[in-house]
């Protein structure tokens, strides 16, 4: 790094990184903005403080140290875990990286000091050393012989039970580390060819046959599979493990299974908790490697004895923290990670949260977390091919608090599946998400498969927390240039979307399921260049258009990007399901252009924030804003569409253009108009029935609408024809300007000036 000039220091002052120079003796010559404000500092204030003072404790001394040796050329570069010298004195963990600046000769004439904050990272590190070390001591005081397998093959985890089982003389921690076969190898109970036989496949289960003192006794081998991946196995000896029926119990007092079982379910609470952690942030891939390997070994071994443990008898060994959270956005992030199940067992995924249910919440958001993941994976799995509802509403509200049911539904099963026959009640995550759920106050009630009861249902109550003031959504004043993400899984649909796009200036891109959409917002967004507006279709698999917009609305990053929704079929409850998800409008599919840039400019230029109000931007409230009459023009001339257009805007009037019967018939779908006007002369429309076919297709107060026959030919005989078989009035052809306002006027009582 060459020395810095006035330009570097610029360039450093601009980073988001903590950066400091200083001279060789590590006397701090300029700090940028960022390093002041980790420190809590004015810039002005560092210069002239050593570096080392940067920290405190015994990190000032290693920080000194690391100075020295890099100024000197001693070390090309030094870096230190301490704690950071903030003015609050509070506790705050970060990575000093000291490297050597170079003058223009390449000779050392000072040093960099950056600063990395790595709480998070010592917080996972201390939670897996922690979770380490209560695997080992439920391993070590478990009677059942027991020895953990790592996907290498090697021993992880072994007890003594396991060694006296297999006459082995050695202690259990001098075997880690070293080949499972050399362990069993070792023992003359063991017929070496049955070991070769139990290894021969470590992706499937096996028995190995033991001759101990007290007879035959079987050992299983059961794999460890960690997302689909060999992760290692769990040696069990079926004998120690078998409980006597009679007595009821397995050798041991009860209050020795109960300390086991309160081991478990704190060892499988930090288990989860910290898997939530990792995937927030990036840690040392030795790290992440360590942490796979216990979580596999954690879970094969806990549930292996899990039959052991009652969970009604178990109590304490959970703390809650209660915290203020966001319930939607906590919600947007568990749907992320769950996603990836639904996907694998062919589910359709749908969340419903009320309006009423407050935001802001107090409690223990991770715990929370992790329940509603246990019981959507297991309902996933127990049922592939169904739709899965997470559906939460309120029970009561107070001023100071606020229950909540939260409640998994579970939809038939696709025809072609079969749902498995395991019960809604099994698996170890249904136990942890049980004593979870009482832990925070609430009770977790298993319905049956094939009802129309919860799945699984179970009611908590939180302390309100007063809800954030709502952000204010930026608004547009041209349409010219705007960014538009088409979400649609339908190629046809976004081609007629983009083209219509691209027609009005604006921006297009495409996506053709949600992950995808997903992914384009947020690197946008990391670019500097946010999407203001998706257009998203309700059809899409796995999750659909309403969860996808509950996803963007409730995502920190993506909360300011409006969403409007293309819908092919209209289903009761969907006003109710945009105002719960985020959406701004809702407009049925196919849509004729005028309607959708109405929509557009509707949403994005409007004055009052979506997220304050309750009005959703439909084809009826566009309606009930437009001034003037609403006009079809069922027209194939030019010369006559512009002039309608030109004369009938003078009384504000909105114009639609039909070239012919199919379009008319199209745009009678999808709007309601007070005239339509229709040049008997084109093919379908020339019969007698063509007053009735079009009144038909109109849905609602049909004989409110006025039509009118257009003819290049009028005469009273046409007149008469006409008015006879339908029509309302009739208007001679090329328009006279004063024909057509006085047909406007006179059919709609509107003012003469």
Not at 169 to 198: C, F, H, M, N, Y
Not at 251 to 262: P, S
Not at 480 to 496: C, F, K, M
Not at 643 to 659: I, K, T, W
């Amino acid at each position: 790094m060459a020395m810095a000039t006035e330009d570097f220091r610029r360039v450093v002052e601009s980073l988001k990184v903590p950066v400091g120079l200083a001279d060789a003796r590590g006397q701090i010559t300029f700090a940028n903005l960022a390093l002041a404000q980790l420190v809590g500092s004015d810039a002005s204030e560092l210069a002239g403080r050593l570096a080392a003072e940067l920290v405190r404790g015994a990190g000032q001394r290693k920080v000194a140290q690391g100075v020295s040796r890099v100024a000197e050329g001693k070390a090309a570069f030094a870096f230190v875990d301490a704690m950071l010298a903030t003015a609050d004195l509070s506790e705050r963990w970060v990575q000093v990286g000291i490297q050597p600046v170079s003058d223009s000769r390449d000779k050392a004439a000072g040093i960099a000091v950056v600063l990395q904050d790595i709480g998070a990272q010592r917080e996972t590190e201390a939670a897996v050393n922690l979770l380490t070390a209560r695997l080992l001591a439920l391993t070590e005081h478990s009677p059942v012989a027991t020895l953990i397998e790592t996907g290498a093959g090697d021993v992880d985890l072994v007890n003594a039970p396991f060694c006296t089982l297999l006459g082995l003389e050695s202690a259990p921690q001098s075997l880690s580390g070293l080949p499972v076969k050399e362990v069993l190898g070792r023992s003359d109970r063991v017929e070496p060819r049955a070991i070769t036989q139990a290894l021969l496949h470590p992706d499937e289960p096996s028995t190995l046959n033991v001759t101990g003192e007290s007879g035959l006794v079987q050992v299983e081998r059961q794999p460890i599979l960690v997302e689909g991946e060999n992760g290692g196995a769990m040696w069990i000896a079926r004998a120690a493990a078998a409980v006597n029926e009679a007595s009821g119990k397995t050798g041991v007092e009860i209050g020795v299974i109960e300390r086991i079982g309160v081991e478990l379910a704190v060892a499988l609470e930090g288990l989860s908790a910290v898997s939530i952690l990792a995937e927030q942030i990036d840690l040392d891939p030795a790290i992440v490697g360590r942490f796979d390997n216990i979580r596999g070994s954690t879970e094969t071994a806990l549930t292996a004895i899990g039959d052991l443990v009652d969970f009604s008898r178990v109590s304490g060994g959970i703390v809650l923290k209660r915290r203020q959270f966001g319930l939607r956005e906590a919600l947007a992030r568990l749907i992320a990670r769950v996603v990836p199940s639904a996907e694998e067992h062919g589910c359709r995924l749908r969340i419903k949260v009320e309006q009423d249910v407050a935001d802001t919440l107090e409690g223990d958001v991770e715990r929370l977390e992790l329940v509603l993941r246990n019981l959507l994976d297991n309902a996933l799995a127990l049922l592939p091919g169904a739709e899965i509802l997470l559906q939460i509403t309120p029970e009561y509200a107070t001023a100071e608090s606020i229950q909540l049911s939260f409640a998994v539904h579970a939809g038939a099963v696709d025809a072609g599946r079969t749902a498995t026959r395991a019960s809604a009640e099994g698996g170890m995550s249904v136990a942890v998400a049980r004593f979870m759920v009482k832990a925070m106050g609430g009770t977790l009630a298993i319905g049956a498969r094939n009802t129309q009861e919860p799945l699984y249902a179970f009611t908590v109550e939180f302390p309100l927390c007063p809800p954030p003031p709502a952000p204010r959504r930026a608004t547009y004043v041209s349409l010219v240039g705007l960014t538009v993400l088409v979400v649609s899984d339908d190629p046809q649909q976004r081609l007629e979307i983009t083209n219509l796009l691209r027609g009005w200036r604006m921006v297009p891109l495409e996506a053709d399921n949600a992950p995808m959409a997903l992914a384009l917002l947020e690197r946008l967004e990391q670019e500097g260049s946010p999407v203001p507006l998706v257009l998203l279709s309700n059809r899409l698999p796995v999750q659909d258009g309403f969860l996808l917009s509950f996803r963007i609305k409730h995502d920190a990053r993506l909360r300011t990007t409006l969403v409007m929704m293309l819908a092919h079929e209209g289903k009761p409850g969907d006003a109710i399901a945009c105002r719960e998800n985020g959406i701004a409008a809702y407009m049925r599919y196919p849509i004729n252009d005028r309607q959708l840039n109405e929509a557009i400019v509707a949403v994005t230029g409007a004055s009052v924030d979506a997220d304050e109000t309750p009005t959703l931007v439909t084809r009826h409230s566009l309606r009930e804003q437009r001034k003037g009459a609403t006009v079809l023009l069922v027209d194939a001339s030019r010369d006559s569409q512009i002039l309608a257009a030109h004369v009938l805007g003078r009384l504000d009037c909105a114009v639609v253009v039909a070239q012919d019967l199919a379009e008319a018939l199209s745009a009678l779908d999808q709007d309601v108009y007070d005239v339509v006007i229709v040049d008997t002369s084109l093919t379908g429309l020339e019969s007698a029935q063509a007053a009735q076919a079009l009144r038909a297709r109109i849905p609602r107060d049909a004989q409110s609408v006025q039509l009118v026959a257009a003819t290049s030919d009028p005469s009273a005989r046409y007149d008469k024809e006409k008015l006879a078989a339908g029509f309302d009035a009739t208007i001679a052809k090329p328009f006279a300007r004063e024909a057509l306002l006085d047909l406007i006027r006179s059919r709609l009582a509107l003012p003469t000036s």
